[in-house]
């Protein structure tokens, strides 16, 4: 009974910023681990950037120093801010993430996406 919700696609230039948000809805006891990832038309899905509960983060080499991941656990929120955006970060981002809900049982949730289109 959890979702998850990606916000804040859209279309931007090149050296453009964006920022992503997750938002988890649901009897949620506790989100542990939260991503982005992203698909290109034709390539598999890939990390981009994850995140704990305590705020550990990670970055895929292409994301790192250009985005940076948070989670705001009062809001049940993530996001992710793109600064320097290029054409190759065109992709559909996805939100990812894992926890407990009804306080005993585990949930992996995926959402819809959300469209970001690096372009002149």
């Known amino acids: 009974q959890v979702q998850v919700v990606e916000s804040g696609g859209g279309l931007v230039q090149p050296g453009g910023s964006l920022r992503l948000s997750c938002a988890a809805s649901g009897i949620i006891f506790r989100i542990n681990d939260m991503g982005w990832y992203r698909q290109a038309p034709g390539k598999q899905r890939e990390l981009v950037a994850t995140?704990?509960?305590?705020?550990?983060?990670k970055y895929a080499d292409s994301a790192k120093g250009r985005f940076t991941i948070s989670r705001d656990n009062a809001k049940k929120t993530m996001y992710l801010q793109m600064n320097s955006l290029k054409p190759e970060d065109t992709a559909v981002y996805y939100c990812?993430?894992?926890?407990?809900?009804?306080?005993?049982?585990?949930?992996?949730?995926w959402g819809q996406g959300t469209q970001v289109t690096v372009s002149s």
């Open positions: 995140i704990t509960n305590s705020g550990t983060t």
């Open positions: 990812h993430a894992k926890g407990i809900y009804y306080s005993s049982v585990d949930f992996d949730r």
